[in-house]
């Protein structure tokens, strides 16, 4: 059949019933957001509609306040830092688990990936009582570990994922002409499953940056993430600061999207080329 060959009735019902359905979804999934965003730009004091007037106050506020700026300088520096110790764990983690051979196998990536599955609030108690005896809780040493925990099993995950396409031979072919293991490894695997690597580092950043409840149970008072002040911010005093701190994030989260898409297109093309 043509691949221009007319659909039938039933082809056309169907078509737009998925389309409608997927459209709902969509509109579902994004009303809390597209109805954060006019609130941001409030005149008013109160998170009300009709908004009384346009106004960039919020966006002011949050930008000059010396707590929210805290705040963010706090979640980057967590979140850059944590991202880097998951890349190293998570990296060296796929690569052991992408050669080695046993029956052990299932069950050591369940237990590397666990974090994933089990419900935060439970890894934020065991983290708090593991981490409170060894003088790690209060201080950003302890936020970064257990941060680093919570995001090392997404760059297991696509660094993994990008090793099934690997072809082990090229690693042997650079060892037979005499390259050293550290050297065949950044010249022949590195360039190879650096995508992937970057693609689990933005999930391990946006892991880091919007964690919340291990903050709650770790964090003293001078490492309060920006997830943690805009929780005391609703709970405490609602003020539009927050919807203002909600659209950035949001912005910041479609970023971070928009350049997962770039690494994932640009991995199958590096994977298209390998295959020719």
Request: proline share 6%; hydrophobic share 55%; charged share 10%.
């Amino acid at each position: 059949m043509s691949d221009h060959a007319p659909r039938t009735a039933g082809q056309r019902i169907a078509r737009a019933v998925t389309v409608t359905a997927a459209a709902l979804v969509l509109v579902f999934l994004m009303a809390p957001i597209l109805a954060i965003m006019p609130l941001s730009f409030s005149s008013g004091s109160y998170l009300t509609y009709p908004l009384p007037g346009l106004s960039l106050r919020w966006y002011e506020d949050f930008l000059g306040s010396e707590r929210w700026m805290r705040s963010l300088w706090n979640s980057m520096v967590i979140g850059v830092a944590a991202t880097v110790l998951s890349m190293v764990l998570g990296t060296l983690a796929a690569l052991g688990l992408a050669q080695w051979k046993s029956r052990l196998k299932p069950l050591v990536l369940a237990v590397v990936l666990s974090p994933m599955v089990v419900p935060v609030v439970i890894t934020a108690v065991g983290v708090y009582f593991f981490f409170a005896p060894l003088g790690l809780t209060g201080n950003f040493a302890g936020l970064i570990l257990a941060h680093t925990a919570l995001a090392t099993p997404f760059v297991v995950i696509t660094v993994s994922a990008t090793l099934q396409g690997f072809d082990t031979n090229l690693s042997r072919a650079a060892a037979s002409l005499g390259a050293p293991p550290l050297l065949a490894f950044r010249r022949v695997t590195l360039p190879l499953i650096a995508p992937g690597m970057a693609s689990g580092a933005l999930f391990a950043f946006a892991t880091s940056f919007d964690e919340v409840v291990v903050v709650l149970f770790m964090a003293g008072p001078e490492q309060r993430t920006l997830p943690r002040e805009m929780f005391s911010g609703i709970r405490e005093n609602i003020s539009p600061t927050i919807t203002a701190a909600a659209v950035l994030l949001t912005l910041f989260s479609v970023l971070l999207l928009a350049t997962l898409e770039w690494l994932r297109r640009r991995s199958e093309r590096l994977r298209g080329m390998d295959g020719r």
